[in-house]
């Protein structure tokens, strides 16, 4: 039973296309992330969403648009891809609000653009 | 804002042996939380242990404990009877309670690597 799952896992593409990245918890939390890490596998916040409401904006480009249409879900979708757009990106969520303040991490999803 | 330190890139062990992960961190906040993350060569992010900052008692989950110096703003990480399965990089983590969604801040990581 997955509890936080993202598709794909890999993704290739080339420079100045566009793509999107899906996430899905099943855990009913009410939060949802998304991290990126770099090559030096630094990670670092990009976005959260509570109840499909936009929480953290981390100063990322606006060729990222995150889109949570309920809360189990969370996409993310990048335009005009560029070469340091790649890195891995994973998806968490939390239950929030006061809880374990846990954050429970999908399996990652590997982007490379050429 | 909120930083965290992991003074060692890379450090190595012998199996069944202890090793200790450093980890310190600078906030002016006095309500947070703090984690250790393990992530394996599989890439998945795996919870090792968590401290709530109004604790003084350290946290353990089995083989894994942790010093927590409030003070000090120190945060390591005691791996005993390390196994080969431990080889991964491991993340410390900072997290602000703000009432709502909290973004974990990472340290740079350490690579622990296990010798049989």
């Known amino acids: 039973d997955t509890a936080v799952s993202q598709t794909p896992k890999y993704l290739v593409t080339q420079m100045g296309n566009d793509k999107s990245i899906k996430c899905e918890q099943n855990?009913?939390?009410?939060?949802m992330y998304w991290y990126k890490q770099d090559s030096k596998k630094f990670l670092k916040i990009m976005f959260s969403y509570n109840n499909k409401e936009l929480i953290i904006n981390e100063t990322v480009p606006n060729r990222f648009s995150p889109k949570s249409p309920d809360k189990a879900h969370l996409n993310l979708h990048i335009n005009s891809l560029e070469l340091g757009d790649s890195a891995v990106y994973f998806c968490?969520?939390?239950?929030?609000?006061?809880?374990?303040?846990?954050?429970?991490f999908g399996p990652g999803t590997r982007l490379t653009v050429t | 804002a909120q930083t965290v330190t992991q003074s060692q890139p890379e450090m190595s062990v012998q199996e069944a042996e202890t090793v200790t992960l450093s980890c310190t961190y600078d906030?002016?906040?006095?309500?947070?939380?703090l984690f250790w993350y393990k992530q394996p060569p599989s890439r998945q992010m795996i919870l090792v242990i968590r401290?709530?900052?109004?604790?003084?008692q350290n946290a353990t989950e089995n083989r894994f404990s942790v010093n927590f110096q409030k003070a000090a703003k120190s945060f390591s990480l005691k791996i005993s009877d390390s196994q080969l399965g431990d080889t991964a990089m491991y993340f410390c983590a900072f997290m602000k309670l703000m009432g709502g969604s909290e973004k974990l801040v990472f340290g740079k990581g350490t690579k622990l690597t296990v010798n049989p």
């Open positions: 401290q709530e900052a109004y604790k003084q």
């Open positions: 968490a969520s939390s239950q929030g609000r006061g809880r374990s303040h846990e954050q429970y």
């Open positions: 906030t002016s906040e006095s309500n947070y939380y």
């Open positions: 855990l009913g939390h009410d939060t």
